[in-house]
Structure formats: structure tokens, C-alpha cells
């Protein structure tokens, strides 16, 4: 071989050395790449599948939370939606809701509430709203939402995710509680009782907005039913049934009361206690009536409690509730207004009494050191109940004694009201002076009316009772019996002396009878006739 050849010879082994040394590095690179790949790969792979099982495990869950969990696009179209949440709104497959926007199940009133949290929470905020839903079906449910953002990888929002709950419950609970606070309140005004009843039975058919509300009341004969409240019945059907006598028969609201039990007629058209007043009910397109006695705290029948509806039906376990609850609040306002009643024809009759009682009433505050009431109203001062016609001025004349407190026996008599003890009656006597009349004499008599919680007196009830002419008449009696007394003392005297008169003159009788017989039996001009 030539120099040449034997150059260019180690030059081709030289780098065929060059090319293997590189190809087993390269090898070696690919080789490490390959290893990296697939190991990367197989992490992937793992990551995907624990990725898959958290999804499955977090779709169970959203599929199993009680609660509807919701996806809403920007455009406020509904996305996905779990199984709890499909029922809320009456539907069974997400396709039923998709279709329109998920706003058109909203009740209309809310409807700008619902977009303003949605437009919010696109935006970047977050929010909770209660509203009312409409179902596919028709019912109404009162949902409360709480919304936040979901975004994408850059950040953006994307969807709004929802967790939506029922309080239907809850809001019904509410609206029950405000319907009786406002039935309490109405039963402590003024109004009378039929205004009471009737705002309590539209309050009532606020909650149940399919039912027809009727109260009637007990007569005082026992035996027939009054028309207290239905604001919502025909007129004419009220005036009708006004005064039925009450029966085993009589329709719901007759039997309920006559059995003192609760009556549910789910069809009046086929029930036998409406055999007589189903064609009545019905001319008036009453299809159910569900009827309650109602209580006083006595367990005393005041009258029934009834719901009526357009359609036969029967009461929910949830309207049973609530018709005992509703019984309860009319029982207290019936029971509360005719104590009222009660209480006002007694204070009539008491006021009747106190102002025709020929002696002054009065009450006085110890501590205001006033009276405060009168049977006989003075001028108003000085804490005076206001004048009347036919004021007593002599009442005048006593208040101001005694609210004077400058005598002696003022002091006394105010002293002595502030020991009183329970039930104990003090008398004294007064003389008072009006102008520059003659002085009159008062009977009074006083009690302890009230007491602060310490046990001292408060207020003192007291009588008065002008007894000049009594005094007067006393003092007439007293002159009188004395006068008779002496006459008296006189008469025996002169009886006394009449008496000793006669037995005298008897004696005297005997002497002369003596003397005269003497006399004869002496001779003429005997010396004893001169002492004869």
C-alpha cells in the first residue's frame, strides 16, 4: 500500500471509530430519552387515571350531594345541573332544562335579582341570593343560591358554579311565625272582634293560597253557629249557613262542633254529612271543606275553624299543621276579645254602680301624694280627675285637706292609711269647711287598694259620706231624750207626791172620823171639846 493508501486508510478508521463512538452515545441519549419518555408517559398515565377517579369520585358526590350543584354559562344558559337539582325543578333528564334559559324558571319577581348576582359573579365576585323558583311542573319553592367564579387556566371566568339549597321549608316557617306575631298584635288592639278574625284569615290564605278561610262562632244558646269571619266565601253562602244548628249531619263545620272533634270532607259532592248541603256548597263551587273545633283554655267549644277548596282534596300532613296552629291563635282572639267584653261591660256596670253610690269614691296615690280618681270629679289641679257636671264641691274640700298635709291631723290620717293592713277598714271623721259655711261632718272609710312589691302602701280606696244631718240628727235625738228624761223624773216626782197626798189625807180621815165621835160621846161644855 502507498503512503497514500495507507494514510487515507487510517483516516477511514479513524472515523468509523468517530461514528461508532458517537452512534453508542447517541444510543445511549436515545436510550435515556426513551426511558425518560416513557416514564413521564407512565406518570401521565397514572396522573390521567387518579385525574379520571377524582372526577368519578367528585361526579358521585355532586351526583349524591342533597343539595343542587349547577353550572351556568356567561350567557345564562344552564350547563350541568346534578340529580337533586333536576328534581328540585321537576325534571328528570338535564336536556328538559337546557333548552331555554335557566332565568325563565325563576318567578318573575326575582327574576332582576338572579341576573344582577349571575352578572356579578361573571365579573369576579361571588354572592347569595333567595328566590323562588318555578318547576317544570308549576310549583313554587323558595331556593337559596350561593354563586362563585370558575375560571380557566389564564385566569378568566368562565362559568359560575352554584350550590343551591331548599328553604322552602324554612321561608314557610318564617311566614307562619310573622302571620301569628301579626295575629297577636291584631287580637291586642282595638279592632273588634270580626275585624280580627278576618285579617287572621287573610293572613292565613296568604299561606295557603288555594284554601277559603271560614270562623264561625258558638251561639250562647250552644246550639247554633254564628258568621264570624270567611272574607274570601261567596256572601251569599255566608248569609245562608249564618244561625245552622249544629248536628251529627250538618255539613262539616254542624258536625265538627256538635262532635267536638275535627271533621276533614275531601269531596263534599259524595260525603254524607253533606248529604243536605251539597247542593248549596256546590252552587257556590266549594268542592272540600276541612273543619276544626275551636278551644278556649277551658277545652270549651267557641266555634269551628274551616278551610275550604275549589277542588276535592285532602290535607297535607304539612296543612294539618298548620290548621292546628291557626286554631290556636283564633281560640286566643276569640277568648281575648270577649274577656274584653266582658271586662268592659263590667267596668260599665262598676262605673254605673261607683257614680249612682250616694257616698264619694275616691283613690289616692301616696306616693303623688294626689287623688287620682273621683265619684264625683272635681276641677283638674293639682293631679284632680277632670270636672264633670254635678261636681261635688265637698269632695274638693276634702282633696284639698288632705293634700294640704299642714295639720296635725292630716299627718295622722296619712300615717295611718301607710299601716293599714290587708283587708283592714279604718274609720275616722272629718269636719271640713267650705268658704265661710258652717263646718260638716264626714264619715270615711278607707282601704289599701294597691301595694309596691315591698309590701307598702301605695294606694288608698276610700268612701266619704257627708253625716252633718246625721250629726245634726244625733245631737236633736240626744236633746230630746234628755228633755224626756226630765219630763220623766218630774212625773214621778209628782206622782210620788200624790201618793204620799193620799195616804196623808186617809190617815187624816180616821183622826176627824175620831174626833167627831169624841165629840158626841163628851157632854155639852166639857173642857176636851176646845182640845177636840
Partial sequence: LTTEQREAEASRQRAFTELEARVQERTVELVAANQALKSEMRQRFNSEKALAASESHLRTIIEAEPECVNVISPNG????????????????????????????????????????????????????????????KG????????????????????????????????????????????????????????????????????????????????????????????PSLPPAY????????????????????????????????????????ADLALSHDLRACWSTPIHNSQSEVLGTFA???RTPRSPSPQELNLIERAKKIVGIAIEHKNAEDALRE?????RSVTEAAPRAITMFDLDAMNFTYSNRPRPAAQGRPAKEPGADAWTEVFCDFIMSGKTPQVARVLEAWRCLADGQLREDEYNLRRGQE?????????????????????????????????????????????????????????TLAGGIAHDFNNILAAIFGNVEMAQEDLEAGHPVHESL
Fill in 238 to 277: 255566608n248569609d245562608l249557613i249564618d244561625g245552622v244548628a249544629i248536628g251529627a249531619e250538618v255539613g262539616s263545620c254542624g258536625t265538627a262542633a256538635f262532635l267536638n272533634q275535627q271533621v276533614v270532607v275531601s269531596d263534599i259532592g259524595t260525603d254524607p254529612l253533606w248529604a243536605n248541603f
Fill in 438 to 494: 258652717t263646718p260638716h261632718a264626714f264619715s270615711g272609710r278607707e282601704v289599701v287598694f294597691a301595694r309596691h312589691p315591698d309590701g307598702t302602701a301605695r294606694q288608698i280606696l276610700g268612701t266619704l259620706s257627708d253625716i252633718t244631718l246625721q250629726k245634726h240628727a244625733e245631737e236633736t235625738r240626744q236633746k230630746l231624750e234628755s228633755q224626756l228624761f226630765q219630763s220623766q223624773k218630774m212625773e214621778a216626782v209628782g
Fill in 346 to 350: 263590667n267596668q260599665r256596670f262598676l
Fill in 307 to 309: 278551610t275550604y277548596y
Fill in 139 to 230: 310549583t313554587r319553592r323558595w331556593l337559596e343560591t350561593q354563586a362563585v367564579p370558575l375560571r380557566d387556566a389564564t385566569g378568566q371566568v368562565t362559568r359560575v358554579l352554584g350550590v343551591t339549597r331548599d328553604i322552602s321549608v324554612r321561608k314557610r316557617a318564617e311566614g307562619l311565625l310573622a302571620w301569628e306575631n301579626s295575629a297577636l298584635e291584631q287580637v291586642a288592639t282595638k279592632a273588634s272582634l270580626p275585624e280580627v278574625l278576618e285579617s287572621i284569615m287573610l293572613g292565613l290564605e296568604a299561606e295557603l293560597p288555594e284554601a277559603l278561610c271560614s270562623v264561625l262562632l258558638l251561639d250562647a244558646d250552644g246550639l247554633h253557629l254564628r258568621h264570624g269571619a270567611a
Fill in 77 to 136: 344558559r344552564l350547563l350541568d345541573m346534578n340529580p337533586a337539582g333536576l328534581a328540585m325543578f321537576e325534571a328528570v333528564k338535564l336536556e328538559e332544562l337546557t333548552d331555554r334559559p335557566l332565568k325563565s324558571f325563576i318567578a318573575p319577581e326575582h327574576r332582576t335579582a338572579f341576573s344582577s348576582l349571575h352578572q356579578r359573579v361573571i365579573e369576579g365576585g361571588s354572592g347569595i341570593l333567595e328566590f323562588e323558583s318555578i318547576g317544570l
